[in-house]
Structure formats: structure tokens, C-alpha cells
């Protein structure tokens, strides 16, 4: 019984979530699904929720983990998932956006090195209002999904 108890209390705990508050924002969980080992790109993933009173702009960002990282968003067109470049990502007032599979993503093109899971990848997130942020991408276990096969066109 008492074993039983302790491992719920361990699949309740979330042991691989971080996270890092500036003056107004919270930056939950910077992610990225760890790409095969024969990956050119990775999708990366953020939590970010505006605590201040004004809007807030993620518009770009930097890593050595890869030759080029953009923002994208995915659309659907005739049932199939495209991307398509995003020139920044709004966070109003009070707000949180979820950037998850399926919607928003880092786009990580050219990746410099292997990346395996529990790797911490230094990335700095560029924001209009705040500046240039320092945090660090967590590589989480794979997703099944090999990103590197996704439509591209509109790059
Ligand atoms: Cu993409």
C-alpha cells in the first residue's frame, strides 16, 4: 500500500518542469522534443505568461544549438499541418500563450549538435519590451514525431 502511495506521488510530481520569472514575465518550461540522431531540425516549445500591465512581444530569439531559430506558427490546409514564418508572438496584458506542438513552435534549422534528453540547451529569447532574456531549452523525451518531414515551403 505504502509503495503504491509513493508512486502516484511520483507520476503527480513534475520532475522535468522549469521555469524563470523576469519582472513581468514567467517563462514556463522551455522545451524541446529530442530530435533523432540524424535530425537537421527541431521544433522547440515555451509557456510564457505576461504578469506586467503593458503588451509584450517575443520577437526572436538565439541559440548555438542551431544555424537559424524562427518563429513559426502552423496552419492547416486541406487537412494538412503547414508552417509558416511568424515576425513575433504577442502576449497581451495578463495573458499566457502556449507555444505546443500543433500550434506555435521555436523553429531550430541547421542543429549544431546532438541533443538527448535532459541535455540543457542556452537559449536567449529576444523580447520587444524586455529585452534580450537568458534561458535554457530542456530536451524532454521524444515525441515520435520526426519534425525534419513537416512541410517547410513559405521559408
Ligand atoms: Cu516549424
Given at each position: 500500500?505504502?509503495?503504491?502511495?509513493?508512486?502516484?506521488?511520483?507520476?503527480?510530481?513534475?520532475?522535468?518542469?522549469?521555469?524563470?520569472?523576469?519582472?513581468?514575465?514567467?517563462?514556463?518550461?522551455?522545451?524541446?522534443?529530442?530530435?533523432?540522431?540524424?535530425?537537421?531540425?527541431?521544433?522547440?516549445?515555451v509557456?510564457?505568461?505576461?504578469?506586467?500591465?503593458?503588451?509584450?512581444?517575443?520577437?526572436g530569439?538565439?541559440?548555438?544549438?542551431?544555424?537559424?531559430?524562427?518563429?513559426?506558427?502552423?496552419?492547416?490546409?486541406?487537412?494538412?499541418?503547414?508552417?509558416?514564418?511568424?515576425?513575433?508572438?504577442?502576449?497581451?496584458?495578463?495573458?499566457?500563450?502556449?507555444?505546443?506542438?500543433?500550434?506555435m513552435?521555436?523553429?531550430?534549422?541547421?542543429?549544431?549538435?546532438?541533443?538527448?534528453?535532459?541535455?540543457?540547451?542556452?537559449?536567449?529569447?529576444?523580447?520587444?519590451?524586455?529585452?534580450?532574456?537568458?534561458?535554457?531549452f530542456?530536451?524532454?523525451?521524444?515525441?515520435g514525431?520526426?519534425?525534419?518531414?513537416?512541410?517547410?515551403?513559405?521559408h
Open positions: 500500500m505504502k509503495r503504491a502511495f509513493f508512486s502516484l506521488m511520483l507520476l503527480a510530481t513534475p520532475l522535468a518542469a522549469h521555469d524563470q520569472i523576469t519582472d513581468d514575465l514567467h517563462i514556463i518550461h522551455p522545451s524541446i522534443p529530442a530530435p533523432i540522431a540524424s535530425a537537421k531540425s527541431a521544433a522547440g516549445y509557456t510564457i505568461s505576461n504578469e506586467g500591465d503593458t503588451p509584450e512581444e517575443l520577437i530569439l538565439r541559440t548555438p544549438f542551431a544555424v537559424s531559430s524562427t518563429l513559426h506558427t502552423t496552419i492547416f490546409e486541406d487537412g494538412i499541418a503547414r508552417m509558416r514564418p511568424l515576425s513575433g508572438v504577442t502576449i497581451a496584458p495578463g495573458e499566457v500563450v502556449n507555444m505546443e506542438p500543433g500550434g513552435h521555436v523553429m531550430f534549422m541547421g542543429l549544431t549538435g546532438p541533443a538527448q534528453e535532459g541535455d540543457m540547451i542556452p537559449a536567449t529569447l529576444v523580447f520587444r519590451q524586455a529585452g534580450d532574456v537568458a534561458i535554457e530542456m530536451v524532454d523525451p521524444v515525441d514525431a520526426d519534425h525534419s518531414t513537416m512541410d517547410h515551403s513559405g
